[in-house]
């Protein structure tokens, strides 16, 4: 593939659709209004067919397993059969069927949830042998993990009404705080990543890498 | 040299520590306690939100969560749904997850509709929407052009609530429940920064410290998980419906702060002996 392909034409469309969506988001002009809708309207058409697609590239991976009889297969076979006939059931019962409706309140809700609580005995055992105060931050860290827990559940308040205040106070303000500058940092990073992208710099959502084309 | 008493404590099988959970657990399910819980601001914030919304006003509630998320949205999403269909507001169902639909659904059945709610009048179900922040920016610009039917094929032009919203500027509040700071983060983004609209959001313990920061000016409000879920029902209902699940959250707490206790205590009484 000739580099203009590669590299020149999609990051020329990239940089045309990002200015229009950018100038659209920040003024108001009915044209710019008009472009910048069907462009988001073509996104959400590419995400619903980027779903199938990831679909397709899930049996690809799935029969390749199946075909070179990798470690555990069968579980392959397992994932493509339930895919197909939950996309069928869903194909044919449609979203709102009372059936399909029953499936996921019996089996996918209680297999969910079930998955979930295990977490309770594994973070139990785990906190109980590894949360050590060794160091000062590893004391500050189970200072915290402890007045959060009382904070997250009513018994820090039956306890004493001022263990959810400390639970509090640290949420609201050493968390808040170290947050914000958490966010701030994104942010302009994302600005920057932003930039580069408009003028070409960053190729890696092409699958360029540096030096590469 | 033998074990001290203290140190044999640190070391306890894992199977006894995974029985005592189960038991403490399983006992409050059975027997329900009814500890009182305290309303946090970030809770009363979102509920005085939808309380002092105008007659007529738009919410929209986005379901971003499957069967697992049950135990953290499940609570919290009904309430609010019940909140929303007790006041005179027009209320969307939109979800940009693929099981969004039958949390939707399986909502919509247990939680008690007025009577003179009618569907399409007052509340609409559209239903998933693929594509993440693109989908949301695309309901905040056109709705009508984003998602043209509901759940039930309807057009939506054929909605009557749906004549007089068209895009953010139509919008009230939006309401999402999700682990994933980005759903929220688009909401924030596509709907709060550009349209004014007030966004509120239920998250997952892990994530509550993470989204706080928005609070209280992105963020009108911040439901805590299970905990949050109830909170908001006591102010909704004037009791907890789903008690039991947080005594039983309560009890394991607990265990975890004790053994946390006990394992340093081990801890501690092994250095000096090293010393």
Known sequence: MSIVMKRYIPMGITAIFALILLTDYFLVLKPLDNMGKTLINWGTLIAAYAL?????????????????????????????????IFFLAGLYLG???????????????????????????????ASY??????????????LAAVFLMLTNAPIGAAISPLLPKIGSWILDVPNKSAQQGIIMCIAVGTIALGIRTLIGRETGYLGITEGEG | MSKSIF?????????????????????????????????????RDLYNAVETLPAGSVVILTPEFGPSGEPHYGTAFRAVTGHVLRRPLKLIFITHTVQGPMVIDDTLKRVSIPPDKKYGVDYVNFGYIAGGETAM??????????????????????????????????????????????????????FQARYGVLVGCCCESIGFSHRISYYPTALVGVINDMVGGAEYQQLVYGRILESSALDAQSMGHLLIIVFLLIGNVSFISRRFRKM
């Open chain 2, 137 to 190: 920016a695309a309901v905040a610009t056109d709705i009508h052009k984003a998602i043209p039917r509901d759940i039930y094929e309807t057009p939506v032009e054929n909605i009557p609530m749906m004549s007089d919203i068209h895009d953010g500027n139509d919008m009230s509040l939006v309401v999402t429940f999700t682990g994933d700071g980005v759903n929220v983060e688009g909401h924030i983004r596509q």
């Open chain 1, 52 to 84: 199938f697609l990831g679909c397709a590239q899930l049996f690809r991976l799935h029969i390749r397993r199946v075909m070179r009889r990798n470690r555990e297969w069968w579980l392959s076979i397992w994932t493509m059969l339930i895919l197909i």
């Open chain 2, 7 to 43: 140190e044999k404590l640190g070391d306890i099988d894992t199977r006894i520590l995974y029985a005592l959970m189960f038991i403490v657990v399983a006992l409050p399910l059975l027997f329900p306690i009814g500890l009182p819980i305290e309303i946090k601001k970030y809770t």
């Open chain 1, 95 to 125: 979203p709102t069927n009372e059936t399909l409706s029953a499936w996921y309140t019996v089996i996918s809700q209680s297999i969910g949830i079930t998955t979930n609580a295990i977490l309770a005995f594994y973070v139990f055992s």
């Open chain 1, 129 to 142: 042998r590894v949360l050590r105060i060794r160091t000062l931050e590893a004391s500050a860290l189970m």
